[in-house]
């Protein structure tokens, strides 16, 4: 989240942009203004709701505020790595919140550490601050000759003395939008962030662009050359909230598409439909308009348990899908019913869910999912799993159907994915297909090994 909102409260407005912006990281948030060249930051581990109270969020004084919540995938968890990261500079204060992955980190920060820069962070962004904070000439100088260097995904909200930027990288791989807000500007990853601050969508930031908001207003340059789209398909499937705009189309109604693609690809003769909630109801529902199967809930999700800084015991730990999803055992019992979910990724919640519907009465279970077999890892941001971890990387089909003790099992193809989305390109596929959009020399190296990755940087 970035913002100018001149007169007005900037920090309140981005905490609760940040509010809506939740779905997108529960690690950690935090917030840094810019009031007249002072900078002022708070962040902690946790929700927003957690990280901020009145107290702290008075200090955040300042027109001009960027926010962040985070999803760790360089860099681990820790308070050590949230964001905004913030510096002093020559040219006054210097902070950046990061949306992304850089896969050339290990030789970016490299270089800085041979420049004599001393780092604090596991995270790319720090690299990227530091790289801004090195190189001459005015901000929106420093920040194309970034664009050059960083490799992957990244979309920015950049604070400095007076402006804040937003920065997308040229495959636009994630979202960044910019919105209007009586009299200033927002800048946010999705569109829903905008509604909840009154704001207005103005439109997409595009691949390669650098948006500035100041005193002046509003000002745009291309800051590199636009490489092909590749929109993270995985945005449309999961990440994205519901009531957000991709493209000039809503979410849930791209979800449901998915799932009228899936109904039509693999029918199947069932008595109800009964989504994975939160994030397969859409991809339900469209499932059962198209194959006119009722439509009904399942699995009551408790809504309180998320991600947590507390361990559970090892038996919870096991037993961990009977802490988020609770069968409703009246509307399974003596029924063939399909669950729709909209990804399987490591394939450790489907079969307990399988298992749950059977034991509260259900016949057969047949599981659809709402998009491709997730088969290689991503690299640009989204932390799916390593290599080894993903089920659909090392087993058919049919393997997993048994593993998760399922009656059929079946995923929507490709073909039918770019259906609902309404095209044939602009989007990043290579969960599914293995073909990343970087040159494949960079690939060879993201394969290695951790221990590989840092010899071949650092040297044996």
């Given at each position: ?12 407005l ?32 946790g929700l927003?709701s957690?990280?901020?109270?009145e ?6 004084t ?17 308070l ?7 510096i ?31 780092l ?7 690299i ?21 260097r960083?490799?992957?995904?990244f979309a920015?909200?950049i ?7 937003g920065?997308r990288d ?32 103005v ?7 650098i948006?500035?908001?100041s ?7 291309q ?44 029918p ?12 397969g ?6 499932f ?21 800084f ?5 038996r919870?730990r096991?037993a961990?899908?009977?802490m ?8 399974l019992?003596?029924?063939r019913?399909?669950m729709?979910?909209?990804s ?13 519907m059977?034991e ?57 994915l ?11 596929n ?9 040159e ?18 650092w040297?044996?």
């Open positions: 989240m970035g913002i100018h909102a001149p007169g007005k409260d900037a920090a309140r981005t905490f609760f942009a940040l509010h809506a912006l939740q779905h997108r990281g529960q690690e950690a948030a935090g917030i840094a203004t810019s009031d007249h060249g002072i900078v002022n930051i708070h962040k902690g581990q927003v957690s990280v901020f109270n107290a702290n969020l008075s200090t955040l300042g027109d001009f505020a960027i926010g962040h919540t985070r999803y760790s995938t360089t860099g681990g968890p820790g050590r790595n949230a964001q905004p990261q913030v002093e500079t020559l040219d006054g204060p210097l902070g950046l919140a990061h949306n992304g992955n850089l896969i050339n980190a290990p030789q970016l920060r490299r270089e800085l550490l041979e420049r004599g820069t001393g604090q962070t596991s995270s790319d962004t720090e990227m601050v530091h790289m801004l904070a090195g190189t001459g000439g005015d901000w929106l100088t420093r920040i194309k000759v970034l664009m050059s960083a490799e992957g995904a920015l909200t604070l400095t003395r007076d402006a804040v930027y920065v040229p495959w636009g791989f994630r979202p960044l939008v910019i919105g209007e807000i009586d009299g200033g500007h927002v800048l946010a990853s999705e569109t829903c962030a905008f509604s909840t601050i009154g704001a207005r969508l439109r997409e930031v595009e691949p390669g662009e948006v500035k908001l005193a002046d207003g509003v000002r745009v340059e800051g590199a050359v636009p490489k092909k789209r590749a929109f993270c398909t995985f945005e449309q499937i999961y990440f994205s909230r519901p009531d957000s705009v991709h493209g000039g189309n809503l979410v849930h109604s791209t979800r449901q598409r998915l799932g009228r693609e899936l109904a039509r690809e693999s199947v003769e069932a008595d109800l439909v009964v989504p994975v909630p939160d994030s109801t859409p991809h339900a529902v469209g059962a308009q198209e194959s006119g199967i009722p439509y009904t809930e399942g699995l009551i999700k408790n809504r309180y348990v998320g991600r947590t507390i361990e559970p015991t090892q919870l096991e961990g899908v009977a988020k999803f609770n069968p409703l055992g009246d509307n019992f003596g029924k019913v399909v729709v979910d909209d399987i990724v490591r394939g450790t919640t489907s079969g307990p869910l399988v298992a749950m059977r509260a009465g259900a016949t057969e279970v047949h599981v659809r999912v709402a998009c491709p077999a997730i088969t290689d890892p991503c690299y640009m941001g989204v932390d799916m799993a390593s290599p080894d971890e993903l089920i659909a990387g090392h087993r058919t089909v049919e393997e997993i159907r048994r593993h998760i003790g399922a009656d059929s099992l079946a995923f929507l193809s490709i073909d039918a770019m259906r609902a989305l309404e095209t044939d390109e602009g989007y990043c290579a969960c599914f297909t293995g073909d990343y959009p970087f494949s020399e960079r690939f060879v190296q993201l394969r290695l090994s951790p221990k590989e990755q840092f010899a071949r940087v040297g044996d």
